[in-house]
């Protein structure tokens, strides 16, 4: 059974920091690549950054230079370091792992997805 949990996350105040986590179960790790996502309340969810197989990594524009997605192939796990958090980046976010790197980043798709955690940025 393919599982992607989730930790890390919850509260902090704005210009704080936060690390993510989703660690992988039940299927091919090496063969997907992993996401980031955040939906924030009446809005689209939003991709934050994506990294392939080889470890290359895309970013949304405006997360860039806040956030910075990495991931332990020997712990099947991935991760989102989240630097000088803004008032605006409150949202639920969610890991997610598809086989095409192009179906994560352009079209925010993919084949499995965790459970989300809400992110909250007090001022």
């Known amino acids: 059974q393919v599982q992607l949990v989730e930790s890390g996350g919850g509260s902090v105040q704005a210009g704080g920091s936060l690390r993510r986590s989703c660690a992988a179960f039940?299927?091919?790790?090496?063969?997907?690549?992993m996401g980031w996502f955040r939906q924030a309340p009446g809005k689209e969810r939003d991709g934050v950054a994506a990294?392939?197989?080889?470890?290359?990594?895309n970013y949304t524009d405006s997360m860039k230079r806040r956030f910075t997605i990495s991931k332990d192939n020997a712990k099947n796990t991935l991760y989102l370091q989240m630097n000088s958090l803004k008032p605006e980046d409150p949202a639920m976010y969610y890991c997610?792992?598809?086989?095409?790197?192009?179906?994560?980043?352009?079209?925010?798709?993919?084949?499995?997805w965790g459970q989300g955690t809400q992110i909250t940025v007090s001022s």
């Open positions: 997610a792992a598809d086989p095409s790197f192009k179906t994560v980043v352009a079209y925010g798709i993919a084949s499995y």
């Open positions: 039940g299927y091919a790790w090496s063969s997907y690549c």
């Open positions: 990294i392939d197989i080889a470890g290359n990594s």
